[in-house]
């Protein structure tokens, strides 16, 4: 097969068989999930989020960012700056990383203290539209069996949902525990962009070669 027709191919119907980066500088993930419980005793959230809501959005995380933790089996990628964040909506609400002051983490447990972990947090976060305060945003993977990774090395492909068994929570709290929003991720997909960013350094390798 020549250069031009795996080309072809591979910004095509190809796409879906490329899940590692290769040069990727931008890593964004689109994810949707079911909203299972919402604690808001203040009304902050006005009634409008309801168990069974549908929660669409994205984060965004660099490559080649380092690992800060020292351990072995904890790999702590932090990112400050834009544009490296989440963004996710449900009904009329919007919550989101605020990309002026990021503190957005990607967190990798491998096998410890038992089980492995995925984690994204966004710490500094805008207000809603009627002022109330979003601490954090955050989801989390878990796997008691210790089979969902082999290292703590910054996944540059998107998290099987299926190779998680114990654990798949994506919250958001806010106005200093006032709300609690529980949800579980049903699907997460690379963004499209992405998408062709990986595969095209696929090609490029496989054409060199």
């Not at 990727?24 to 203040?42: F, K």
């Not at 933790?69 to 834009?82: C, F, I, M, R, T």
């Not at 945003?137 to 949902?161: F, M, Y």
Request: hydrophobic share 40%.
């Amino acid at each position: 097969m020549n250069a031009r027709i795996l080309g072809l191919l591979v910004m095509g119907g190809v796409l879906l068989a490329c899940v590692r980066p290769v040069n990727a500088e931008l890593i964004t993930i689109q994810i949707e999930a079911v909203v299972d419980t919402v604690e808001d005793e203040g009304n902050y959230l006005e009634g409008q989020i309801l168990p069974g809501n549908i929660i669409t959005g994205y984060y965004t995380y660099e490559s080649s960012t380092e690992d800060t933790n020292p351990s072995s089996q904890v790999g702590d990628y932090w990112h400050y700056s834009s544009p490296y964040g989440v963004f996710l909506s449900v009904d009329d609400f919007s919550f989101q990383t605020d990309f002026s002051n990021v503190e957005f983490i990607v967190e990798v447990i491998n096998d410890y203290p038992s089980g492995d972990g995925y984690l994204f947090r966004s710490y500094n976060n805008l207000n809603l539209p009627n002022g109330i305060l979003v601490d954090h945003i955050s989801w989390s993977l878990n796997d008691d069996t210790s089979n969902a990774i082999s290292s703590d090395s910054l996944p540059l492909a998107v998290p099987v949902l299926s190779d998680w068994q114990s654990g798949n929570d994506l919250r958001i709290d806010g106005e200093r525990g006032g709300y609690i929003i529980d949800a579980h991720v049903t699907s997460a997909i690379p963004e499209p962009a992405t998408v062709l960013l990986f595969c095209f350094g696929i090609a490029l390798i496989k054409r060199r070669r």
